[in-house]
């Protein structure tokens, strides 16, 4: 069974620019999540998505969006990209719809110059 | 407003050596607990998980964790650490609302031959 695929694995950006990342999750499953994570700040939910709804939301500013398709695939957007926005963006995929273990991809590591 | 603490950024064993790791949570609910590890510029893979039951919880890898209410921790310990063990270590409590996952800021463990 493959596993939660990410892609790219890697970007690089400029200021001002926008991005969008994708997450394909474990066949099945449903809910689909982001994390960031830096060195200053860790591992920071940002939100979370179950049969194409928001569930959960972080707090991050409006410029961090996302989506999920019918298919359970998911795509965050950052819009107006700030250097702060430089880290490695984490998906996270479950099969059920609260508190199931969490399966994570190798994430995409976005880099803003 | 859940949270999780974990006292030691770094931690430094020897190769055969016993590990505890530490974590103390906060959450108004039963909790649902997890360890994750991450290697280098991967993502985070599921060592065990709490959520009801015994308090003593076996996990991948010879690791295991103990639920002590009373304490609000979730340490992990391994009885004999391998080099592979290097890696950061999260603990993580999940909300009851969904599947948004707050984690600690991480121990680095680094093995000594």
């Known amino acids: 069974k493959a596993g939660v695929t990410q892609t790219p694995r890697y970007l690089i950006k400029t200021r001002g620019q926008q991005v969008t990342l994708s997450c394909s999750p474990i066949?099945?499953?449903?809910?689909v999540s982001w994390y960031q994570q830096t060195p200053g700040q860790g591992l920071q939910f940002l939100f979370e998505?179950?049969?194409?709804?928001?569930?959960n939301k972080g707090n991050f500013p409006g410029r961090f969006s996302g989506r999920q398709f019918s298919n359970s695939r998911s795509e965050m957007n950052v819009s107006t990209l700030e250097l702060g926005d430089s880290a490695l963006y984490l998906c996270?995929?479950?099969?059920?719809?609260?508190?199931?273990?969490?399966?994570f991809g190798s994430g995409t590591q976005l880099s803003v110059l | 407003a859940q949270s999780v603490t974990q006292p030691d950024i770094h931690i430094t064993v020897s190769e055969g050596a016993s590990l505890e790791l530490r974590c103390n949570y906060s959450?108004?609910?039963?909790?649902?607990l997890f360890w994750y590890v991450q290697s280098p510029g991967q993502g985070l893979q599921l060592l065990l998980k709490?959520?009801?039951?015994?308090?003593l919880v076996q996990g991948i890898k010879g690791f295991e964790a103990e639920f002590k209410r009373s304490q609000s921790s979730f340490n992990l310990r391994k009885p004999s650490v391998h080099w592979s063990d290097a890696a950061e270590y999260f603990c993580?409590?999940?909300?009851?609302?969904?599947?948004?996952?707050?984690f600690g800021g991480g121990t680095r463990l680094m093995v000594k031959p």
């Open positions: 998505y179950f049969s194409e709804t928001q569930r």
């Open positions: 993580a409590v999940i909300n009851n609302a969904g599947n948004m996952l707050t």
């Open positions: 709490y959520f009801s039951g015994d308090t």
């Open positions: 959450y108004g609910a039963t909790p649902y």
């Open positions: 996270a995929s479950s099969l059920a719809a609260v508190g199931e273990k969490l399966f």
């Open positions: 066949s099945g499953h449903r809910s």
